[in-house]
Structures are given as C-alpha cells and as structure tokens.
C-alpha cells in the first residue's frame, strides 16, 4: 500500500503524540514529516505530489485553525486532519466548513487516521489530476487559432455545420475543415468530449 | 608788370589760373563765416598751400586773451617725424619780428631739407592779429602773382580772424554776464530764503513769548505833540498782559480814555527822537503795572513804535507790601528794643536794621561787620560770644543765648542773641535773627534773685518749658551741686533714683498742663543722704494764661513722713491682726450713744464696707437677728447705767441672708473724775468656730460608721507599754474580739495572729520603728476562719520630739485579697483563652489557679463527648492519675458520683461526704482508695443551654463547700465554659475554612477541567498512536523490534504521565484534613506549572519563572499551597484576557528574604493584565468580590486565609509596568530538616 510520492505531515506540539502519530502512520506504510509547530511547518517547501496534513488544534503560537485559514488564503489546498485533545461542536463545525478532511478527537482509533489519510491523499491525488488535466486542456485551446475557437464555441452550441458556415459566413466545406482540427488539437474523441472540455476549459460558448 | 606775349597762353592760363585762385579766396569768408580762428587758419593755410603749392604756409596767431601766440603750419608733405608747427615758428622767428617785409626772403627750410623761399604776410595794423609765411622751394617763389594772391588771402583772412575774435570777445563777455546775473539771482535767492527763515522765527517769537508784544503807531496833534495811538499789530500775549481785546487798529485814547499823559509823550518822544526806552509805570485804568522796552521801528516819518511789555502788578503790589511791613517792623523793633540782622558767614556779610544800629550804638552809616559786633561784647562774654558764632557758621544750626555788651560810655547792657539757619539754594547758610536788649529785664531778674537767695526755703525757678533757670543759693548748699550742675535739666541726679521718675512725670505734666506741682520725693544731701522733700511749684501766668514762668521751692518734710511711715505701719499690723482673727474693735460714746469708733474689721464683720458706710448704731442694730435683740437692748440698757465689763453673744444677719455669730467684748472707760464717759471693746465673728464645732461632730459619726461599713476599725497604741490606748468598735469585731473582754492587750493580739505571720508582726507592732508603716497578716478568729488583716500605723510625737503613740487603722480585706488573686488568675487564663492556646492548658491552668485559692482543694474539668453521654477527663493535674484513669470515660445518668449526676441533672451536687453519699454507690471505694472524701460538681452549659461538661471539687476531707468555696467554683465554671465554647468554635471555623477551601478548590478545578481532560488525553493519545503502531509493525516478517521497543517504552511513559495529572487532580480534588510538613516550595511551582502548562498555552500566557538555589522550605499543606498558587495564576491569566497575546507574560518567581529577623519564603506572581487601583487593594481580598463575571469571589479570600493559617502573609501590589503582582510569605521552616513544628493539638475536637 505505498502510495507513490505522498506524504503525510503531522504538526502538533506535543512530543509524545507527534513521534506515536508519525511512528502509526509510518507503520502503514506512508511517508511521514513531522513538525513541533505550525511555524515550521509553513517554511518548509511546499510538497511535490500528493500530500495532506495532520494538524492539532491548541498549539501555542499560530494554532491548527489559524493555519488552516492562512493556507486557504494562500491558495495551497492541502487537505487537512485535524486532532485534537479536546474539541468542541463549533469548533468542528468551523474547522469542516473551511474545508477539512476530519476532525478527531485525542485518543483516536488508528482506523479512523489512516482511513482518513487515504481519503485525503486519494483527494489530492485527484485534485491534482484535475490540475493537470485542466491544464492540458489549456494548452491545446491555445493552440487554437481564433477562427477554430469560433467555430468551437459554436460547434459546442448544437449548431449544425450549416448553420455554422452562414454563421460565420463561410463555406461548410471549410467548416469542416476546422471542425476536423478542433478535434485533433484538443483531443476530442467525440463531440460530447469536447462539450465536457470546453466546459471544464469554462469558455463562453459565444466567442469573446 | 611787363607781359610777355610769348608766352601769351600759358600767361592767360596762368591768369586764368590766378583769377580762379582769387576768386576762390574771395569766395573764402564765406566758408570761414561764423568759425572760430582755427579751422579759419587751418583752412587758409590748406588753400594757401595747395593753390600756391608750398612747401608749406605757416602762420601765428597772436592771443588776445594771454601773450602766448599760437602756431599753425600746413605743409606740402609730410617728413617724419613731422615737425611741430612750434618748432617751425621758432624757426621762422627771425622774419616774424622783423619790420621788413617786402624782400623776398630765403631760409632754411625747417620742415626738411635745404633752403625756402619765404614770404611773409603780416596781419593785422599792428601785428595783432598774427604773421603769415608762406614758403616755398621754387627759385621764383614769390611771384607777383602769387604776392597778390597771397596778400589778399592774408587781408582775407585777416578781416575773417578779426571777426572771429570780436565774435569770441562777444561771446565772452555775454557769458560773463549770464554768469554774474546767476550769481546774483543766487544770491537773491538765498538772501530771501534767509529773509523768509528770519520772518518765521520773527513770527513764532511774536506769537508764542509771554511778554506782550505791539506795534503801535503815534499820532500827532499840533506843535507835534503826542495825543494817541494806534494799534498796528499785537501778538497774542498783548490780550493776556493788558487785558485788552481787539486791540488791533483801535486807538487808545478809544480803549482808555483815562491812560495817563505820560504814555504818549514816553511814545511820542521815542517815535520822534528814535532813543529807545526802558520804565516801568502804571497803567491805571487797567488796573496793571508795566515794565516796557519799546523802540522805533521802520521809518521816522512813520511814527512807528515796538513795545515789548510785561505786567509787574503783582510785582509791584508784593514791593509795596514789602516797603510797608518793613516799616512796621522797624517801628516795632525800636519800641521793643529788638534789632534785626542778616548774616552770611561764608561771606562775611552782615546787615543789621535801624534798631540793631542803636543798640550797639553804632552809626547807621557804619557797614556792619562781626568785628563791630565784637567791640563791643563786654571781655568778660568775649570767648562764648566768640564760640557760639564760631560754632554757628560751622554747624548752620540755629543759636539762642545771651551776653553783655559794653557801650563806649562804660555802660553794661544785656542782650539776647537768637538766630535761625536758613539753606539757601546752593548750600550756603544764611542767618536771620534778632538781637533784644534785655537789660532791663536782666536787672530786675537780679534783683528778685538776690530776695529769693536771701528767703530761706530750697527755691528755685523755671522757664515755661520747664527748664530751670535759677536754683536758689540754699538749694545748691543742701544739694552741694554748683549753679551749673543744676540747672536745666541737669538738676536730676539730686533725687533719688526710685523717686526721680515720678518727680519728672509730674513736673512734666504739670509743664504741660500749666498747673501747680507737688510731689514729695527725697533729694540727695551733700553728704549722701537721702531726706524727703515735698516740691512745689507754681506757674505764673499772663493774660491771656500763658506761662511766663515757673516758681517753685522744696519743704524739708523727712521728718514728719519718718513718723506718717510708722504711724501708718502700726495701723496696717493692727488692721491686719484684727481681719485674721476676725476680730473689730469699736468705740462707744455713753453721753451721745452713738459709736466713737469703728476699726474696719468691725465694719466687715457686719458686712459695711468700711470706706463708705457710716459706722451708726442704728444702722448696726438693723443687722442683728431678730431672736436676739431684746438681749442685746437688755445689756446695752445695763452697760449705760452703770460701768460694767460684758460678754454677750448674738447673730447677726448679713444683707445676703447669712447668718453669723458673734460674741462681743466691753469694758468701760472713766475719765478723771470717775465718770463713765464710753465703752471700749472687740467684736468677734465667731461664726467659723461654730461651724467648725459642728462639722467635727458630725464627721465623728460618719467615721464610726465608715469603719463599720468598711471593716475597719481604729486603733492607738502607747509606745512605752504596748497597751491600746483607744480601740474603736469595729476594731473589736474585725480583729474579733468581744466587746465585753475590755481593753486588747499586746500578747492577746498577738495570739490572734497566724502563726506564720506573727513573728513579722511582732516585729513591727513591738518593735523600735518610728515610722509610717503598712502591714498584712493573717489572723485566726475563734472559729477558725482565717482572715486577712491590713493594718496602716502612724506615729505621734510629742512637742519635744519624743515618740508617744502610734495611731492606726485595721482593715479585712480577705475577701478583697480573694477577688483579687482570683481576678488575676482569670485574667491570665482568659488571655490564654484570647491568645488561642490550646485548651486543655487553659483547663489545667484554671485547676491549678482554683487548687491554689483552697488549701486542700483538687479541682477538675470533665468534658462531655458528642454523643452526650460520656464524661471524659479534660484537666485536673492535681487528681491522681489512676483516679483519672477510672473515670475515663464516666458514663452521666442519675446516679454517677457527683459530675455524672450533675450533667444529667444539669445542675451542681455536693457530695459532702463520699463515704455515704448514694450517688458514689458505684464509685466509693475507688474514690476513698485515693483518698477523696467530699466532692462538689457544677455543670457547664453552653450558651445554648446543652451540657459542655462539669467543673469538680475534691478535697480530702468531708466538707461542705463555704461561701467561698461556691464562689470559686463558680468561677471556674465560668472560665471553663468560655474557654470550652471557644475551642468549640474554633474547631467550627477551622472545618468550615477547610470545607470553603475545598470547595473552592473544586470549583478552581472546574475550571481547569477543559485543560485537565486535555492533559490526559494527549498521553492517552500517544499510548493509542503507539500501540496501533505497535500492531502494524509486527506482522510483517521482519518486524522492526528497535521501534516497537521504543514505541512501547513511550507507551508507558506516557501512562504515567496520564496518572500523574489524575493523581494531582485527585489530590486538589480531596478534602483531606490539612498536613504541615516540611515543603520545598519548588515543588510547589512546579506542581503548579504542570496544572496550569496547557492552560497557558491554550490562552496564549508565557510564563516565566524565577526560583531560587537554595531550596525555600516552609511548613504546609502541599494542596493548600498549591491551591493557592494555582488561585493567583489562574487569576494572572484571566487579568490578561484582553491583553495582545505577545504581551501575554506571567512571572512566578520565588526567594527567601529575612523580616523583622525572620526567614521567610516569598513567592510572586505578576501578571501584565488590567492591574487595580491602589485603594481597591483590600477589597480584592475580600470574600465574594470578583471581577470576573462569572466568578464566585471566594478564591482570593480562601487563599489569603490559607496562608494566613500557615503563619504567613499574603498580599497584592500593583506592578510597576502594567498589571498586577500578588505574593505571599511564609514562615521558613525550622532547621534541620525533618523535625515537625508544634502540632496542631491531639485533643480530640
């Protein structure tokens, strides 16, 4: 069960917890960095692939949910677990809302934090794959001349070839013509892949 | 000139030629029109030159303003250097001063090389105007042609040069002109400029002087006679000054009619003659003097007159008055014979008026001078004359005295000097004085001397101011002061010292006041005695009351006043003797039967004031009481009939209502012839004496029952024999004796006294002493009762000094001496109480103190347990042990001895006998084993009326408890029931303290639970972590043993770690009974540090701590003192809840100090929070205060009460940045280690 390149940080101030966490995680199979507090943690490099965070809640200096609110606001979405010696509604409340994985309670059950880093690990994993993909697809709409996203916009909108060349006041033939590129450049295997591409991609269906 | 016709042509060219040149020079004053004489010769000579081709033409030009000529030369060409035309001149000089003209001459030539021909031109009849030479190196030079020509250009030239010099000339003299007319309207200018500044000057002087000033001019009748005048101009002072108005232009005789003649003709004599003048006259219809300058003005013919005038009147009215007071006062001077002078001295000048001259009898012609003066001072005055005007001309002070002069004829006059000083301006003395001859007066004043020197009697007389002037020759023989030493003032010494003072103030107010003197006083003989004198004086007096002297003489009166003194002594004694002994004297007169005399203790026996009030009888009578006046009248009626000695008493009543007695002496007075003329006698107040009688009487009774009400009796003792003299009753009882057995002998006494006491008794009573003395003993009375005796002696002596008897009391004072060491014992067993010590000392310390009021007695204190039905030993150290032992514990029912019985029954029981008393049924023979026969038990009830426990009484003996015995017990009781409830209470408070701290702990706990729970769970957390570790690390084929080793030695630490937050938790959480051991505070802090670690992280705090090396160890509850510790930094953390987290800091720090010799341990903690107000300090303290909103208010208040019960302090100060620092002390723990303190008690609460 060795998931390639990810790793799990765990962030708490208390010696104990931090060297059992990161020894349980480890024994699971996963890579794990440890850090004494939130501080640390935000100057090491950010990670290459899929990652997520084990974070204690009350630490002296910048606590979990600060941290959490601070990686928000910087746009790093690294999926977070937090754990936590005592924990109220609320705060668990706060704490999903803005975007947490889960929220345990000290002691937790091993189950419940290895289940949960799977799951956060399998979101990043995704997360990013949607990155990549998403910037794939930008790159082949780049590559696009202006007339071919034209005709893009409105091949996506239903309309017929016909339709399209008195659109744009052009032959079919030559309508066809771009079509066949469209879907070459970008990859389409079928119109509704390109219709699901250019939705992703999040192109106005009329030209801009 | 022959013309050669050959040469025809060039001939008539050559004219033409000619003609042409000369009609050029024709044509030449044209061009030199209006030039100047340079460029009209310059121009010439450039014609000349290049007509004629010359070498060169020159040409002088003669200057009519200076000699020197002026060269010009114009030549053909031009060598270099060319030569000046000076040079050439001087070349040409020879021909230019020659007369001959026409030959043609030959010269070297001066602009170059070799010879000219030259011809030269004069011009001008006389050379004036210059010489003209023209030259030329051509062989035919000059031809007739070029002659012509050049005479004609000369002439031409010479008419052009003419004219420009007349020209220059013109033009020079109308500059000359236009200069001098400038100058001229220069002058004119600036002279009317000057005109104009002097006009101005003129005006404002006119217009501001103050003298008026007028033009006038002066009319003219016939014969040229002055007759009026009329205003021109007036300044405007003119008004000021005359009084006239709008003067200007009106005539005088219009303005007053009435001016005197002389006016005009003054005017008209000066407007003709033009002499001005200078007077002064009187204007009189404008009521004014003048003093005029006025002089002419203008033309004579104009008649015109400027008067400048001011008006002296009041000058002139001032010299008039002037002239006539000095006539009055040199008449008044000749008629008083009084000269005036003036006297310079710095000068030397002297001026005298008319009568000065006639006293010194000098002539009026004479010029006054100090030498005249000096001739005439009689030789025998010379020096003081000459001294006081020495010194006056120094000193500038004003001088008055008299000297005689000497007339030519022989004749002596007397004068009086007086002058007045006078500073004029510039520092210089001035005097003003007058000089009377007073001869006359002198001698008449010589010859009353001569009577008064010649009247025997000490006399003298004096100025007005008191200054004696004269001291009669008697005077100055008794005194032996010469005339000198004793006028004046000087007299003084004369008196004697304490009388002087009066003398003066007498005289002077008698000065004063101008009326007569007499005052006595003592006036020093020549030989040094002192006799009185009585001094008169009597001023005599003009007129109008003014003092012209006084007369005075001193009345030798030594004598009589020696007698006046001791007449007036021996009165005084007598006066004295009567109003101490209350004791007047009277006098009575049969024949008028009124009173002859009354001393003045006699009238203020009756209460007349003897000064004012009359000394009648009848007014006497008035006072006497009415009960005893027919007694009275009785005697008076007897002592009139016949000569009788009496003695009679009576009261009198004073106006006030008084009564008091009197008793009265007579005794009758017979003149020669045997007949009784009067009575004599005293009069005695005797009033006091009665009352005295009285008081003494009534003070006898209440004495008698004094002693009786205070068990003290009295006593007198004869020395010699021992035997008591006088014993009063209640001597008998106290000492108890019968009053039947007579008069108490020594030994009998004696006997009475205790045993022990009686040999210091002896002592004392028989013994030599001779002093005061204060005794206590005991004494045995019959029955056996011992009582305590306090008796006080006081010795009696006889006149001669020999000790006669003692007197004395006897007092009981047994009961006094048992309140009193029983109130001391209770005091000190009550202070116990106070001071909190322990209670079964206070009970022992009570038994001890009622044992020792009761020989024999065995008290004790039994205290009843909480379930009320058994007794238990509380004190009794002088009950036997193993009897203590029995009773321990005794169960109280209805018959259980005698404290049993009595707690159950709630009330005292006396067994007076063990032996057969029912109650001891069960206890006899144990209680007689230990030898205890009577025993007396009194309950103690609590204020709430339940059984505290018994007091008890044992004794050896059987007995019934006297009244003294129920009194202790009593007592005893009441100590016991104070101390018992007390201790109670104490033990109440001291569990209800414990409960308020527990409580409180719990709640402090409550708050900490989030923090607690969060304690445990990070351990439990990591045990988890570590044991799923564990799991998944083993399986595998491989395990790795070294982390799962680690793993699980974390595991239990970590479990520890678990149980120790428990265990403490458990520890606060626990109402365990308060410990005091030994403590190292540090432990305390950290402790502390442990509970409150992830609270301080959770709020953001830093703590900080501060311990010291060595270990700070102090006696106390671990859980207290942690309770109180954790109290103040949870309190430190809650201050800083509105604090910026970075400035979130606590400091706990610990040291040891010494105070007041004392080592003490001190902890500290300060926050950085909201801090208080000095003056809420206390209040911080108090129970249920709070500042936090949901706090209960009991933390700080425990804590304080906490460390207050472990000896120590504990108290806020504010930081000295912000926030706040709580601390508390407390006692460090006594060395060495190990050793408990004093325990808290093992009395069973």
């Known amino acids: 069960m060795n998931e390639a390149g990810a790793i799990v940080f765990v962030v708490d101030d208390d010696l104990s917890v931090r060297r059992s966490t990161e020894r349980l995680v480890r024994s699971a199979g996963f890579n794990v960095q440890s850090f004494g507090s939130a501080a640390e943690f935000l100057r090491n490099p950010r990670p290459e692939g899929p990652a997520c965070l084990v974070l204690d809640v009350r630490m002296p200096g910048l606590n979990g949910m600060d941290l959490q609110h601070q990686l928000n606001l910087a746009g790093i979405h690294i999926p977070i677990i937090f754990i936590t010696g005592h924990g109220d509604i609320p705060m668990s409340v706060r704490a999903m809302k803005a975007g947490a994985v889960e929220f345990l309670t000290k002691p937790f059950r091993s189950r419940s934090l290895l289940d949960a880093i799977r799951a956060a690990i399998e979101r990043d994993r995704l997360t990013h794959k ?75 269906s009329r030209s801009q | 000139m022959p013309i050669d016709v050959t040469r025809g042509d060039e001939e008539i060219r050559h004219l033409r030629s000619s003609i042409n040149d000369l009609i050029n020079i024709q044509a030449l004053p044209t061009i030199w029109d209006g030039r100047e004489s340079g460029s009209i010769v310059s121009t010439l000579l450039d014609v000349l030159v290049s007509m004629l081709q010359l070498d060169f033409a020159y040409l002088r030009l003669s200057n009519s303003i200076n000699q020197s000529p002026v060269d010009f030369v114009q030549l053909a060409q031009r060598p270099a250097p060319p030569p000046q035309a000076a040079q050439i001149g001087r ?47 051509r062989a035919n030079f000059p031809t007739p042609t070029e002659t012509l020509l050049l005479r004609t250009a000369a002439n031409q030239a010479l008419v052009a040069l003419q004219e420009a010099r007349q020209l220059q000339e013109q033009q020079r003299a109308a500059q000359e002109l236009e200069r001098r007319v400038a100058d001229r309207t220069a002058q004119l200018t600036a002279a009317n400029e000057a005109l104009r500044e002097s006009e101005e000057k003129y005006r404002t002087l006119f217009d501001s002087i103050d003298e008026g000033f007028c033009t006038i001019e002066v009319l003219f009748g016939e014969n040229d006679k002055p007759v009026d005048y009329r205003f021109l101009e007036v300044n405007p002072s003119f008004e000021k000054q005359t ?49 005029l300058y006025a002089f002419r003005v203008g033309e004579p013919a104009h008649r015109k007159v400027a008067i ?60 006054p001078t100090v030498e005249l003066v000096l001739q005439r001072v009689h030789p025998d005055d010379a020096t003081l004359v000459k001294e006081t005007i020495g010194r006056a001309s120094q000193d500038g002070k004003d001088f008055d005295f008299e000297h005689r002069l000497r007339m030519p004829d022989g004749s002596v006059k007397h004068v009086r000097v007086v002058a007045h000083a006078e500073r004029a301006g510039s520092g210089e003395v001035e005097f003003v004085g007058a000089v009377m001859d007073v001869t006359l007066a002198k ?19 004096a100025r007005p101011d008191g200054w004696v002037d004269f001291l009669s020759q008697r005077w100055l023989d008794y005194t032996g002061m010469t005339l000198q030493q004793g006028l004046g003032w000087a007299w003084q010494p004369g008196y004697h010292p304490d009388d002087l003072g009066n003398v003066l103030s007498k005289w ?19 030989d040094g005695e002192y006799r009185w004198f009585l001094k008169r004086a009597f001023p005599l007096l003009d007129r109008a009351g003014r003092v012209l002297g006084w007369y005075g003489g001193n009345i030798d009166v030594h004598d009589l006043k020696q007698a006046e003194e001791k007449l007036r002594r021996i009165e005084t004694y007598f006066s004295e003797g009567q109003r101490l002994s209350h004791t007047g004297s009277w006098a009575w007169s049969v024949k008028t039967k009124e009173n002859l005399f009354w001393s003045r203790e006699h009238y203020r026996i009756y209460g007349f004031d003897p000064d004012t009030d009359s000394g009648h009888y009848a007014v006497a009578r008035e006072r006497i009481h009415p009960a005893d006046v027919s007694a009275f009248d009785e005697n008076l009626k007897r002592m009139m009939q016949q000569p009788i000695d009496f003695e009679i008493h009576y009261r009198i009543v004073l106006p006030d209502g008084e009564i008091r007695h009197i008793h009265a002496l007579g005794h009758p007075v017979l003149n020669n012839a045997g007949e009784l003329v009067e009575y004599i006698g005293t009069t005695m107040d005797v009033t006091e004496r009665k009352r005295a009688e009285e008081a003494l009487r009534r003070s006898e009774s209440y004495l008698a029952e004094a002693q009786r009400l205070s068990h003290t009796g009295s006593w007198a003792r004869v020395c010699a024999t021992g035997e008591i003299r006088y014993w009063s009753e209640e001597y008998t009882r106290v000492m108890g004796f019968e009053p039947r057995d007579g008069q108490p002998r020594l030994e009998t006494f004696l006997q009475r006294v205790h045993p022990q006491d009686r040999a210091k008794v002896r002592e004392t009573v028989a013994g030599p002493g001779k002093v005061d003395y204060e005794l206590d003993y005991r004494i045995v009375l019959p029955g056996g009762d011992i009582r305590h005796i306090h008796t006080v002696g006081h010795p009696v002596f006889s006149p001669s000094g020999e000790l006669v008897e003692f007197v004395g009391t006897v007092m009981d004072v047994t009961e006094r001496k048992l309140s009193e060491s029983l109130l001391s014992s209770e005091k000190h067993l009550l202070e116990m109480i106070a001071g909190g010590a322990p209670l079964p000392a206070v009970l022992n310390d009570l038994c001890s103190a009622i044992d020792e009021q009761s020989p024999g007695l065995i008290s004790t204190v039994l205290s009843l347990d909480g379930d009320g039905q058994r007794l238990w030993p509380a004190a009794g150290p002088g009950v036997p042990q193993g009897w203590t032992r029995l009773l321990s514990p005794l169960v109280i029912g209805p018959c259980a001895g005698s404290c049993g019985t009595a707690a159950y029954r709630k009330e005292m029981v006396v067994v007076s006998d063990v032996a057969t008393d029912p109650l001891w049924a069960d206890f006899r023979d144990s209680a007689l084993s230990y030898g205890l026969k009577a025993c007396w038990s009194k309950p103690i009830i609590s204020t709430t009326g339940s059984v505290l426990g018994t007091f008890a009484t044992y004794y050896g003996e059987i007995r019934s408890p006297g009244k003294r015995e129920l009194l202790l017990i009593e007592r005893a009781t009441h100590i016991a029931h104070i101390a018992i409830e007390r201790d109670r209470t104490q033990d109440s408070l001291r569990k209800a303290q414990a409960n308020l701290a527990h409580a409180t702990r719990v709640s402090t706990m409550g708050e900490l639970t989030a923090s607690i729970a969060h304690e445990v769970n990070q351990p439990l957390a990591a045990v988890v972590n570590n044991a799923n570790a564990c799991i998944s690390l083993l399986p595998d084929g491989d395990p790795n043993l070294e982390e799962v080793r680690e793993a699980l030695a974390e595991i239990i630490d970590d479990a520890e770690r678990a149980s120790d937050v428990i265990a403490r938790v458990r520890q606060l959480a626990r109402n ?99 801090g208080f107000k000095p003056e809420q300090v206390n209040r911080l303290f108090e129970a249920f205060y709070t500042t936090k909103p949901q706090g209960m208010g009991m933390g700080l208040a425990i804590s304080r009460s906490i460390i207050e019960a472990h000896g120590g302090r504990l108290w806020a100060e504010p930081s000295q940045g912000p926030g706040a620092t709580f601390l508390f002390s407390l006692p460090a723990a006594p060395q060495p280690l190990g050793k408990g303190g004093p325990a808290a008690g093992d009395a069973a609460s």
């Open chain 1, 130 to 204: 949607e990155r990549s993909e998403t910037a794939e697809l930008r790159q082949h709409y780049e590559q696009l001349t202006p007339r071919e996203r034209e005709v893009m916009a409105l091949v996506v909108a239903g309309m017929l070839n016909k339709q399209i060349a008195g659109e744009l006041a052009t032959t079919e033939r030559t309508v066809k013509f771009h079509r066949a590129h469209i879907m070459q450049k970008m990859n389409a295997k079928s119109l509704a892949d390109l219709v699901r591409m250019v939705e992703k991609l999040g192109v106005s």
């Open chain 2, 443 to 461: 001698q008449a004043e010589d010859k009353i001397r001569l009577i008064i020197n010649t009247v025997p009697g000490l006399l003298w007389t």
């Open chain 2, 91 to 137: 070349a040409l000089d020879r021909w230019l001063t020659s007369q001959s003209v026409n030959a043609p001459l030959v010269a070297p030539n001066p602009a170059g090389e070799g010879e000219v021909k030259i011809a030269l031109c004069r011009l001008g009849l006389a050379d004036e105007i210059g010489a003209l030479v023209a030259a030329s190196k």
């Open chain 2, 308 to 367: 400048l005038f001011k008006d002296i009147s009041e000058r002139k009215q001032a010299e008039a008055k002037l002239l006539r007071n000095e006539a009055y006062l040199s008449e008044a001077q000749r008629l008083s014979h009084t000269g005036s002078f003036g006297w310079r001295p710095a000068i030397g000048e002297l001026l005298w008026s008319e009568e000065t001259f006639r006293i010194f009898q000098y002539e009026q012609t004479l010029k």
């Open chain 2, 1072 to 1170: 365990a009974p308060v410990e005091r051991k030994p403590l190292d505070l540090r432990d305390v802090i950290a402790d502390v540090m442990a509970l409150a670690r992830h609270e301080s992280a959770t709020r953001r705090v830093t703590i900080h701590t501060e311990i010291p090396k060595e270990p700070p160890l102090v006696l106390g509850d671990r859980v207290q003192l942690q309770q109180v510790l954790l109290n103040l930094v949870v309190n430190g953390m809650d201050a800083m809840n509105a604090v910026e987290e970075s400035k979130r800091v606590l400091m706990i720090c610990g040291h040891c100090e010494t105070r007041d010799g004392r080592l003490e341990s001190l902890v500290s903690v300060q926050d950085a929070g909201t």
């Open chain 2, 508 to 526: 002077r107010t008698a000065v004063a006041e101008r009326k007569p003197l007499e005052v006595e006083a003592r006036l020093r003989r020549f």
């Open chain 2, 243 to 291: 009084g006239i108005q709008n003067a200007q232009g009106r005539r005088m005789r219009e303005i007053a009619p009435q001016h005197e003649e002389h006016w005009f003709e003054t005017y008209g004599r000066i407007a003709l003659t033009g002499e001005p003048a200078r007077f002064e006259n009187q204007a009189a219809q404008l009521h004014r003097w003048y003093d």
